[in-house]
């Protein structure tokens, strides 16, 4: 890499992990580094992708705790064994993909994630204590809704926080800030088995994972001690990230030049 691309390479890392721990999505940014920036093919992109995210979600899970936003163990259950089962699903459908059909794939994501974060339900911005969310009393819905979960998840992982966001703060009735906080748990706990899949499969780069890791835990840390202090951190993070989206998806789906 040249030193421009370095230096994208590690601020993108940074980025990624404070959008991950404020909103969701932070994998489109990640991805397209790994695949345009460092020349890594989309299902090694795809696997290397995870040591970053385990690194932040652990720094994450770490600070939300300590701040007092998750709830007990004990109220997520609901969430957390289907979205690990289905996660191996989901790794395994990737690593038999071929690279032509991971790149469209990754282009079709890319525009519903653009589309996705256009949207701003209001429901979103209440503010609720942990009491009042009950994710027992529809608890089909929420098997269903965290087994497609762990299965994108599993499968791609770009843009899985912004449905996990959605499902908790619609469904179950925890506030953005709680959702955040149980989405960096599920998302350490569902990619453990799927970054099991991949690094069996031989297809994680270690240098290149290690070091976005090490940028992104440093970007969980701010974004987690900032989350509820910096509400409107956001703002500006949904419009880059809007950018990026766009840009990718025009990349992945050939409407731009390598």
Avoid at 108 to 129: E, G, N, Y
Avoid at 153 to 164: D, S
Avoid at 210 to 215: E, F, K, P, R, S
Wanted: proline share 4%; glycine share 10%.
């Amino acid at each position: 890499m040249t030193l421009f691309e370095t230096i994208l390479f590690l601020s993108a890392g940074v980025l990624t992990g404070i959008v991950n721990t404020l909103a969701g999505s932070g994998s489109l940014i990640t991805l397209p580094i790994f695949i345009f920036i460092c020349g890594l093919p989309p299902q090694v992109a795809n696997a290397t992708n995870r040591i970053g995210i385990l690194a932040q979600n652990i720094v994450a899970v770490k600070t939300y705790h300590g701040r007092g936003h998750l709830p007990p163990i004990r109220h997520l259950w609901w969430f957390i064994i289907p979205s690990m089962l289905a996660s191996v699903v989901g790794a395994r459908i990737a690593i038999d993909m071929d690279e032509q059909m991971m790149n469209t794939t990754l282009g079709i994501v890319m525009v519903v994630m653009l589309i996705v974060t256009l949207l701003k339900p209001s429901a979103w911005l209440r503010t609720r204590d942990l009491e009042e969310a009950d994710p027992s009393r529809r608890p089909w819905l929420n098997i269903v809704l965290f087994i497609g979960v762990g299965l994108y998840g599993g499968f791609i992982q770009a843009g899985v926080g912004i449905f996990m966001i959605a499902s908790l703060v619609l469904v179950s009735k925890y506030d953005l800030i709680q959702s955040n906080a149980i989405k960096v748990l599920l998302g350490l706990l569902f990619n453990l088995p799927a970054f099991a899949i991949f690094l069996l499969a031989g297809d994680v780069h270690w240098g290149f994972g290690l070091l976005m890791a090490l940028c992104q835990a440093i970007g969980a840390y701010i974004g987690a001690r900032f989350a509820d202090t910096h509400p409107n951190a956001k703002q500006w993070i949904r419009y880059l990230l809007l950018a990026v989206i766009a840009i990718s998806a025009a990349r992945f789906l050939g409407l731009l030049g390598s």
